[in-house]
């Protein structure tokens, strides 16, 4: 089973960025996906971005497209979400997650694997 560490929230203001980190360790295949959501008080856990543990696939919820850039360092073991031009309403707890599939899915349930979150807080 994959164990992974969630690292680089906090408070920035509007329009300010942040870089998200999530440390994979423990059994890790190339034929995974790997997943960022995030989950507001009050409201539902929502997808943000997923890639293929190959980097060959990215995909973006609508929300964060063309600002948000999901990527990944193999060698590091290391999956990384690049937030830019970031507003209020990204404020989240948000968590890295694995699927044991080649298919990348928007579906929090289809997610083998969390991590223990970050918060991120973002003012206006």
């Known amino acids: 089973q994959v164990q992974l560490v969630e690292s680089g929230g906090g408070l920035v203001q509007a329009g300010g960025s942040l870089r998200l980190s999530c440390a994979a360790s423990?059994?890790?295949?190339?034929?995974?996906?790997m997943g960022w959501f995030r989950q507001a008080p009050g409201k539902e856990r929502e997808f943000v971005a997923a890639?293929?543990?190959?980097?060959?696939?990215?995909y973006y919820a609508d929300s964060v497209k063309g600002r948000f850039t999901i990527s990944i360092d193999n060698a590091k073991n290391t999956v990384y979400l690049q937030m830019n031009s970031l507003k209020p309403e990204d404020t989240a707890v948000y968590y890295c997650a694995v699927d044991y599939t080649i298919f990348i899915s928007t579906n929090s349930r289809d997610y083998d694997a969390w991590g223990q979150g970050t918060q991120v807080t973002i003012s206006s």
């Open positions: 890639i293929r543990w190959n980097g060959g696939s990215t």
């Open positions: 423990g059994r890790t295949f190339s034929s995974i996906v």
